[in-house]
């Protein structure tokens, strides 16, 4: 009855005026009519009594829609003059933020892929583009249009908040230096830019720069506790474990942000079965008012609790809920790995390494590869190679197993031209990441799937297998809330069982091959 009276006096207005205030009026009480056609029709009024342009009533109307977080209503409007012949950039651009928004990241790509096409070099089109392509693990092509995002505007925040979470999913640790080295750091940053910044800051180590950029947020009477919970962890990694805690539990009392702090907590065995706060998280996931708390952490973090207590048959049971909620109930195949393994046993038996990438690798850094099922020791081996002085720590390296799933999801022809020249990147990578060091440890487990490729590429690099008791294992990945879409068999305890026979197959498939080279 309310719209139906704005409605009404809108439309009054339009009949006593033809400017363009009272026009705007209307635009944003049809906003919300729910007929479109109907909705088209007085837009359509406003255009002609204003000399305005149609579409841009018909987007100021869609956008009303957007920002009341109608999205369905929002896409409803702009479909309808899309499939009437109103093309317009902005009209697509605008139905791909609504279907990201509404869980639809394919049909998202379908429209942002139509509005670039009318404006190739927009950075906000671009940038949501890398969004949608995130939302189905897509990384490689996330990166590739987060980053012409930034290119084309690098004074966007927007984009620079996307551009480093693309970085951060790609794990490139030496553009995500590069690119942090680019960013100006002024007062006009919001804050959600500089917890993105720090973010990125703490996962390269660079703690002190997380406190100074953060610092003004964090040291309030009422901090910002996103900013905190950066801080905490930071505190955490560099020892100062007792105000790293203070801060958690500070977090964990406001309930903001607590499925994560409850998680740090628990992991940081801060938490016991049974007090204050291990009473506060059961309460969160048995309240189905609570659905946002309830999360995977929150279950996580309770089992933790309760196997430290030696309660296992309940921690398992919240292991198990726990690992349903991050699969969201979805039992993953095996076969895409078997299917990638089969390709790639094919691309080695086709290479043709007569220009062996060993005339390029003098004087480069020269990789050993730690490979193995996660949780089986990898992390602990690289930290005994590298404290040798000429040995440099690179982490899980995530360089091939990008590289390789775009290779392979793409369906064209490996040449042996266009694997030398990866071989190639790669060794460029590694030495920027190292500063030139002689030899670089890569301790990415799911590098055991290429071994053959990168011995060919590599003929003087080593592999080291880390094996560790299989059950240990198993358990260890179950228990550790791996991400559903980088592991999706850590998510289910026979899967995991079954990805690890899966994994000796491949070995000692290998190790018949390359029986020399793997230790």
């Known amino acids: 009855m309310l719209l139906d009276s704005s409605i009404k006096k809108a439309e009054k207005l339009l009949k006593l005026a ?6 705007e009026v209307l635009a944003n009480v049809m906003a919300h009519y729910p007929d479109n056609i109907r909705a088209g029709q007085i837009l359509e009024k406003i255009a002609k009594n204003t000399g305005a342009s149609f579409k841009t009533y018909v987007l100021d109307a869609a956008l009303n829609r957007f920002y009341d977080s109608d999205f369905h209503s929002c896409l409803a409007l702009l479909s309808y003059y899309v499939e009437n012949g109103a093309v317009d950039a902005r009209f697509f651009h605008v139905m791909g933020k609504c279907l990201i928004q509404l869980g639809k990241p394919e049909d998202a790509i379908l429209q942002l892929s139509k509005a670039i096409e009318y404006v190739p070099n927009n950075a906000q089109m671009l940038s949501d583009l890398g969004i949608a392509y995130a939302a189905i693990g897509e990384h490689d ?3 590739k249009y987060s980053k012409a995002a930034f290119e084309a505007d690098p004074s966007s925040e927007a984009v620079i908040q996307n551009f480093l979470n693309a970085l951060l999913d ?3 640790k030496v553009s995500l230096t590069n690119t942090l080295n680019t960013i100006n750091i002024t007062t006009k940053h919001s804050i959600r830019s500089l917890i993105v910044i720090a973010s990125a800051h703490r996962y390269l180590g660079n703690h002190a720069k997380v406190k100074e950029l953060l610092k003004d947020l964090t040291t309030l009477n009422l901090p910002n506790l996103e900013a905190l919970l950066e801080v905490a962890k930071s505190n955490w990694a560099t020892g100062r474990k007792t105000e790293a805690a203070n801060q958690i539990k500070y977090i964990m009392n406001t309930g903001h942000k607590f499925g994560s702090a409850s998680f740090h907590a628990a992991n940081w065995k801060l938490i016991e079965k ?3 706060f291990f009473q506060m998280m059961e309460d969160i996931i048995k ?3 609570n659905d946002e708390y309830g999360s995977a952490s929150i279950r996580f973090g309770l089992a933790y609790a309760l196997e430290q207590s030696g309660d296992y048959k309940s921690a398992f049971e919240y292991y198990l809920d726990a690992n349903k909620k991050l699969s969201g109930g979805e039992v993953p195949s095996l076969q895409k790995y078997e299917d990638d ?8 038996e086709r290479f043709d390494n007569s220009q062996q990438a060993s005339e390029t690798l003098a004087g480069e850094s020269r990789p050993i590869f730690i490979v193995g099922m996660p949780r089986s020791g990898t992390s602990l081996t690289e930290q005994i190679l590298s404290s040798h002085s000429l040995v440099f720590g690179g982490d899980e390296i995530s360089f091939w197993s990008r590289k390789m799933t775009v290779l392979l999801r793409s369906g064209q022809e490996c040449t042996s031209e266009h694997l ?7 060794l460029t990578y590694i030495r920027t990441l190292s500063d030139n060091s002689a030899v670089v440890t890569d301790k990415m487990p799911i590098n055991f799937m290429y071994i053959g490729l990168l011995h060919k590429l590599f003929p003087n690099a080593r592999f080291i297998n880390l094996k560790r008791n299989r059950e240990a294992v198993c358990w260890s990945i179950f228990t550790s809330r791996f991400g559903f879409k980088g592991h999706p068999y ?3 305890l026979n899967l995991v069982q079954k990805f690890y026979a899966f994994y000796e197959k491949v070995m000692e498939h290998w190790r018949c091959e390359y029986r020399e080279y793997i230790y």
């Open 18 to 23: 033809s400017y363009v205030d009272s026009a």
């Open 141 to 143: 092509l996330e990166l």
């Open 170 to 172: 790609a794990e490139d």
């Open 274 to 276: 049974g007090d204050r």
């Open 287 to 289: 309240d189905p008012s």
């Open 341 to 348: 393994f089969v390709n790639i046993q094919k691309i080695v």
């Open 420 to 426: 030398i020249k990866t071989g190639t990147d790669y």
């Open 490 to 492: 850590s998510c289910d």
